[in-house]
């Protein structure tokens, strides 16, 4: 069983800057993802990178603004999310795959999420 613990969420103002991490047991076998789901809204992807990190894309919604990493050694990865919006509020989830990092479709693990707040 494969389980997923996200932490980091919380309230900020627009503009600020906001790091969520994930925790897994051998993260190095898994391609891990973040998507987000807004209230009333379908959950939708926001980044993802490969197992070595060489390789990660992006939602063009957050490009620029966020970047994904990981540490394999710390069995964490990391969505550092600079000049936040109000749109970016949302429930933040974590995802891991045994797949490719781009079959967003498909990833396999999924944490419980964090709640990320952007007031304007």
């Known amino acids: 069983q494969v389980r997923l613990v996200e932490s980091g969420g919380k309230l900020v103002q627009a503009g600020d800057s906001l790091r969520l991490s994930c925790t897994t047991s051998?993260?190095?076998?898994?391609?891990m993802g973040w998507f987000r789901q807004a209230p009333g809204k379908e959950r939708e992807f926001v980044a993802a990178?490969?197992?070595?990190?060489?390789?990660?894309f992006y939602a063009e919604s957050v490009k620029g603004r966020f970047t994904i990493t990981r540490d394999n050694p710390k069995n964490t990865a990391y969505l550092q999310m600079n000049h936040l919006k109000p749109e970016d509020t949302a429930v933040y989830y974590c995802?891991?795959?045994?797949?490719?990092?781009?079959?967003?479709?498909?990833?396999?693990?999924w944490g419980q999420g964090t709640q990320v707040t952007v007031s304007s």
């Open positions: 051998d993260l190095q076998d898994y391609a």
């Open positions: 995802a891991a795959t045994v797949g490719s990092y781009w079959h967003i479709r498909e990833y396999e693990y």
């Open positions: 990178i490969s197992r070595s990190a060489r390789d990660a």
